[in-house]
């Protein structure tokens, strides 16, 4: 259920374009934020002096925010600290630094993957298709996917598919899920 299929930095990179663009930053935007994601995560990945290169990547970064951008109240060591202190996380090295793949080679038993289609943390195309593909070439053949239409990554029926959303939709969990996932078990449970 909104599983990953694919590497974690590729994940969040795919993650904050497509929350980016549903809360309407431009492209110019999401492109500058691809280009210091990709650095932050290249640091995380291969630096030797992890704390002290983010501090200068993400110093630099703060100096080039146009000034009506950077929220009321924040100064550059709110930001550098904050973003030095997220990427230093252990969780977050270890997600950024993770690929699926090879535990999903391993799996033997039939799998049901699904997604919604307006999950914007866990790109549904993307992640299905990887997920699929490394079942496949592990040899498992028994692999159904399903992308369920106007769901969120909390399998709940939405407008928009942001987290913002989340709390403010009254279904826990939609029907439509609950029936495609019961079908597939009913399907391969004897």
Known sequence: MAGTGIPGDELLLLQQRMLGKASGMTENQLIENDIISKKAFELVKNSNSLERDLFDLMSETFRNIPKNQIPNGMTEADFVNAQVNQMTSPWMQYFIQYDPSPTLEKVTCPVL?????KDLQVAPKENLEAIKSALERGGNNQVTTVEIP?????????????????????????????????????????
């Not at 993957?113 to 289609?117: E, L, W």
């Not at 928009?160 to 495609?180: K, L, R, V």
């Open 150 to 190: 106007e769901l969120n990554h909390l399998f709940q029926e939405s407008t928009t598919g942001m987290p913002s959303e989340y709390a403010s939709i009254e279904q826990t969990f939609s029907p439509i899920a609950m029936e495609e996932i019961l079908q597939w078990i009913n399907e391969h449970i004897k």
């Open 113 to 117: 993957a699904i997604n919604g289609s």
